[in-house]
């Protein structure tokens, strides 16, 4: 945005379904981490000003509510939530949302509004840590632009590196494809870490998705993700305005996620539409467990025929490899109603149970 835009402005429907998936990770995220680590950091590095011109809340005041109202708050050690924003009169409109939304905020939850340009901020930040010789806490970054500039692949690079760091970035790939000009070549260059996105300039056809296939290729070459999960946010003339692309190095990272954005996407296609009608039905509902826990089925069928396998892996498997959350009536399922699948089943000691260590042999 320019300096001349508004300081607040209006919410936007595939706004406030993004901000529905980082409520309900976030969810899970805090007390997670809080079981493991004394301080987590929470990091939203295009953070606005906290609040749109309804009255809506911002990614900051809703990350901050969910820590703050969260039924195992108690448990929390530190949560230090940094918000960064470049423009001067956000910050100050953030800072000042969220001493009146929160004036009695407990110890353990420390925030810092950060008036200034999110890459050369958190550079500055890791430079100081290591030259200190610490190390980053658990930390989950929420990196939201307008546009394509702010956050290079080297500085991702650099967050990834840390263990138990996530990112959930915002990759405005229906913005980037009307922009591939000469001119922005050093920005774009930057933003894939690589000069490859000219290939896709230069060809003929449909850009977004090579755009997103050449970034996700980076953040797992370049930055060395584990687990990449993307989810596409259409406008309303059905067009592709961004992907939502969330990079973990953690199985259940990845699996809070993906339930998060099946909260989300009713159809389990992971994508969502300014045009969907709140409330509205649909054909196949993913909600309904009896629309896709048969197709889940015959996935894991297929990829263990003949094998000797732990339900741990057959988890990972779902979560990892297909587009489904993992859910034990699965397996139940296969065990009621598809028994041919089954051979034998190891380690348990009641039928239409999967503790953990059991075993299915496949036919």
Known sequence: MSPTEPTIW????????????????????????????????????????????????????????????????????????????????????????????????????????????????????????????????????????????????????????????????????????????????????????????????????????????????????RCGVKYIYNFKMIGEHNQVIYHLIFCTNHIKGLDIMKRAMWRVDRTGQYKFSDRDVPGQTYIFDFQDEEHWIPAAANKIYKQFTGMTVDVKDIEIFIIAETEYIFKKEILKYIEKKRPEYIREILNRRKKGTFPNGCKIIFT
Request: hydrophobic fraction near 35%; charge should be negative.
């Open 10 to 221: 209006d919410l936007e429907l595939h706004t406030k379904a993004k901000h529905e998936i980082l409520r309900y990770y976030l969810g899970g995220w805090f007390p997670i981490l809080s079981k493991y680590s004394g301080r987590i950091i929470y990091i939203d590095g295009f953070a606005g000003p906290g609040i749109y011109s309804k009255g809506e809340e911002g990614s900051p005041i809703i990350a901050l509510r969910t820590a703050n109202e969260h039924i195992l708050k108690s448990r929390f050690k530190e949560i230090v939530f940094v918000f960064i924003e470049s423009r001067e009169d956000r910050a100050k409109k953030l800072e000042e949302v969220i001493k009146e939304t929160f004036p009695d905020l407990p110890k353990s939850l420390v925030f810092e509004v950060i008036s200034g340009e999110f890459e050369q901020t958190l550079t500055e930040r890791l430079d100081e840590l290591e030259k200190s010789g610490e190390r980053l806490a658990p930390c989950f970054a929420f990196i939201d632009p307008f546009g394509y500039t702010g956050f290079s692949m080297e500085l991702l690079s650099r967050l990834l590196s840390y263990k138990r760091c996530e990112v959930f970035i915002t990759f405005m790939s229906g913005f980037i494809k009307r922009f591939l000009d000469e001119d922005k070549e050093d920005a774009l260059d930057a933003l894939f870490g690589t000069d490859e996105w000219r290939k896709i300039r230069d060809s003929e056809g449909l850009r977004d998705q090579p755009l997103l296939e050449l970034y996700n290729k980076q953040l797992r070459e």
